[in-house]
């Protein structure tokens, strides 16, 4: 059986979508090259979405200092721009906010569900894999925090769901440097997966190779130029990237509003020339004369 993947762009995500039977798939006469001359990139590179799953382990509710639970909060999404693969750095965009790990286990879609139940799930699962959900400590809402660039690594590579025949009894551990910072079991999950992929088809229609994030547990630790983050999943494989901060700025200076005093040095330097601005402001259009 042949697959046209030309010109597709996310050749993995083109096999999920066609459906193909993988065991159909004649491989002996396929030109293989060894792991070590291998560049492995993220096995999904754009996902019709990212979900994530806010506090699903009870460890990491204690942890956080949190009242409430996925059951509360519901799901959050993420930017499919913020993957990354194996080998490849996460870029620290703040040189004053912490920025966090979380060791994760991620499912792939395999095929369209909505509104399916709990027992239908796993039917719809195309397999998982390990996952870096990187979070800035910040005052913004889960999504923008958690959508930088190079904030969702990805990888080694996708378990099919045949390997697993249980997604809710795997050993999770995440290494910062020689630290072990966390280490659970999926049994410890609050909606196991096959839960949080019916929770999930309830709320959005889930697409073939649309990513899931299931939680992070406790043990979550922040990030620092020069270190190396692991995460490994038993029978899922070990995902290691590395974390730059040479692109960080302060806080204070990213893109947004400009201040009183940024404002009143702007009209000083105008020297008294007569000029207007229009701010845009909580889906208001404010105007000033700044003369």
Not at 25 to 50: G, H, N, Q, W, Y
Not at 213 to 221: E, F, L, N, Q
């Amino acid at each position: 059986m042949l697959l046209s993947l030309v010109g597709h762009g996310d050749p993995v995500r083109a096999v999920i979508e066609s459906g193909v039977d993988l065991s159909e798939l004649d491989l002996t006469r396929a030109d293989f090259v060894s792991a070590d001359a291998a560049e492995l990139l993220a096995p999904i590179a754009r996902p019709s979405k990212v979900i994530g799953a806010p506090v699903n382990y009870v460890d990491h509710q204690v942890e956080m200092h949190e009242q409430k639970t996925i059951a509360e909060y519901g799901l959050f999404l993420k930017a499919p721009s913020s993957i990354i693969g194996p080998g490849q750095e996460i870029s620290l965009p703040y040189s004053d906010r912490r920025t966090d790990h979380e060791g994760e286990l991620g499912v792939v879609i395999g095929r369209r569900a909505r509104n399916v139940t709990p027992s239908e799930a796993l039917d719809h699962v195309f397999g998982y894999v390990p996952v870096l959900d990187i979070t800035v400590r910040s005052g913004e809402d889960r999504s923008t925090r958690k959508s930088f660039d190079t904030f969702t690594p990805v990888g080694p590579y996708i378990t099919t769901r045949d390997e697993v025949p249980d997604p809710g009894g795997l050993d999770l551990r995440c290494w910062v440097g020689d630290e072990l910072r966390q280490a659970v079991s999926t049994a410890e999950l609050i909606f196991d997966v096959a839960t949080l992929v019916s929770y999930a088809s309830h709320v959005m229609t889930l697409e073939p190779g649309d990513i899931i994030a299931t939680g992070t547990p406790a043990g979550v630790g922040p990030l620092a130029d020069g270190d190396t983050v692991v995460v490994e999943i038993a029978g899922l494989g070990r995902l290691e990237v590395t974390v730059t901060g040479r692109d960080g700025i302060p806080y204070a200076e990213r893109p947004g509003p400009r201040t009183p005093a940024a404002r009143a040095s702007g009209s000083a330097a105008g020297s008294g020339r007569r000029s207007h601005w229009a701010h845009h402001l909580a889906g208001l259009w404010f105007r000033d004369d700044l003369a």
